[in-house]
């Protein structure tokens, strides 16, 4: 149970759940400061003007948050549609919501495409609907996914580079896919198999997108945080250890690092395997230890194992031995046991010093129970309307119905978790909000919601 005045669970979900614009989609043109001159696929409104509403991938929305997430998460309801009377969009410059919106809106057309194309997979839950992502003003060039809200969020402001290249955006859109497939945990080594995972395809969404504005490579990404060195990558593939807080080759600390550089050896893991150890047009890969040279599969090939083993074989707990097996189990289901891509994937493993012999955990029980919040709104007063949707997830990603006992008078809850309606009597309410999924497998939360009484002139 939580008190209402609880900032930090405050807010409501901002999925898109395959939003159905109002008009056709149509193309406009957009010009990004890291896309250049781009396609983009919009909406029509009934007034006439466009919207950054993507009719063609599931309804994915682009929005404007007016605050910043940290201190309170956005909601579809608390933001706004970015429109705008004709369908050209952004002047190529850093600043600005519209350039913002374009490299964001775009980068997230080519993030779907990929993994529809190549993939079979449409949308991050592979249910065909689109993901909503905010865009908010900060002076921190941020890019995040956000599982509470299934959400995306990507900071711009006057002075600062956004982050918002193709492979960034890419980057972002992977962790939603990861999030509704093998679920990778947030610390030790599944953490930073998820950044890894993230990188990889943010990697080849760039080679898939082949924009000449925006070209592919292996590092991550173009452009680092730091102001003095602003194209210098933050890591990099062909050996991580060139930035200097990364590790290349896999250690037992590994799992104490920070994510974002125990990637590393995710990292080197695939690049050697698509590109192949040693020097290339692409870096210097060398191997660890006395590990023997590699030869390159190529991006597809490798691409295709490291989704099967994503989709089909890891879970929440996978650390680098278990992707090492999932991997060699994608390979042999995708091209045969003992084919030469699956002993590619084994040398490239060992390239990076991962040879299997450290512990894999036990598969953990898979949840069936939806995870809900009951949510907590900034101010609830008697004459002043109240709307927001509670957040919930379910682990099998069904749909879910919702039911609340005790809501202050005046308040109702939708079948699709919207609370709301004007209330009418001051005071306190312990609040029960339940989340059932079509088996039967019931999650629930409590709040107490405190009613003001209302505001007096």
């Not at 250049?36 to 006439?48: E, K, M, N, P």
């Not at 964001?104 to 993030?111: D, T």
């Not at 080594?189 to 080679?207: H, Y």
């Not at 680098?320 to 490239?348: F, H, I, M, P």
């Amino acid at each position: 149970m939580r008190w209402i005045r609880l900032a930090a669970a405050a807010g409501a979900v901002g999925i898109v759940a395959g939003a159905t614009p109002a008009a056709a989609a149509v193309d406009g043109t957009g010009h990004g400061y890291h896309a250049g001159t781009v396609a983009l696929s919009t909406s029509q409104r009934t007034d006439g003007t466009f919207e950054l509403l993507d009719g063609q991938r599931g309804g994915g929305e682009t929005r404007f948050f007016p605050k910043n997430p940290a201190s309170s998460p956005p909601t579809r309801e608390t933001s706004e549609p970015i429109t705008s009377p004709g369908n050209t969009w952004g002047d190529g410059k850093a600043g600005t919501l519209e350039t913002t919106a374009v490299d964001v809106h775009y980068g997230l057309g080519e993030a779907w495409d990929y993994f529809k194309t190549v993939h079979g997979r449409e949308g991050v839950r592979g249910d065909g609907k689109g993901i909503v992502t905010y865009l908010y003003r900060d002076t921190f060039p941020g890019s995040s996914f956000s599982s509470t809200c299934s959400c995306l969020r990507f900071a711009f402001g006057d002075t600062i580079r956004p982050a918002t290249d193709l492979q960034t955006v890419g980057h972002e859109f992977t962790h939603a896919v990861t999030a509704s497939t093998a679920k990778l945990a947030n610390d030790g080594e599944p953490a930073a198999l998820n950044e890894a995972t993230s990188d990889i395809f943010g990697v080849l969404i760039r080679f898939y997108a082949q924009n000449p504005a925006d070209p592919a490579d292996y590092v991550i990404p173009d452009g680092s945080e730091d102001a003095q060195a602003p194209e210098k990558p933050l890591r990099y593939m062909d050996d991580p250890a060139k930035d200097g807080k990364s590790p290349s080759c896999w250690s037992p600390g590994l799992k104490d690092l920070d994510e974002h550089y125990g990637s590393g050896v995710g990292n080197k893991f695939f690049f050697t395997l698509a590109v192949g150890s040693g020097k290339s047009a692409w870096g210097d890969s060398p191997t660890c230890g006395d590990a023997p040279a590699v030869t390159g599969i190529g991006n597809d090939k490798a691409a295709r194992i490291w989704y099967r083993a994503l989709t089909t074989v890891m879970v929440s707990n996978t650390n680098y031995s278990g992707a090492r097996q999932a991997t060699l189990r994608a390979a042999a289901d995708l091209y045969g046991e003992g084919s030469s891509e699956q002993s590619s994937v084994q040398a490239a493993w060992l390239a990076v010093g991962v040879d299997g012999s450290d512990p894999i955990p036990p598969v953990p029980p898979v949840p069936q129970d939806p995870v809900v919040t009951a949510p907590l709104p900034d101010l609830i007063q008697v004459g002043t309307p109240l709307q927001v949707q509670v957040p919930a997830t379910d682990p099998q990603d069904d749909p879910l119905t919702f039911t609340a006992a005790n809501l202050p008078p005046g308040l109702t809850i939708s079948p699709s978790g919207l609370v709301s309606g004007t209330p009418t009597t001051a005071g306190y309410y312990v609040i029960t909000v339940t989340a059932t999924d079509p088996a039967g497998h019931a999650g629930s939360d409590r709040s107490i919601w405190k009613v003001e009484p209302a505001a007096r002139g």
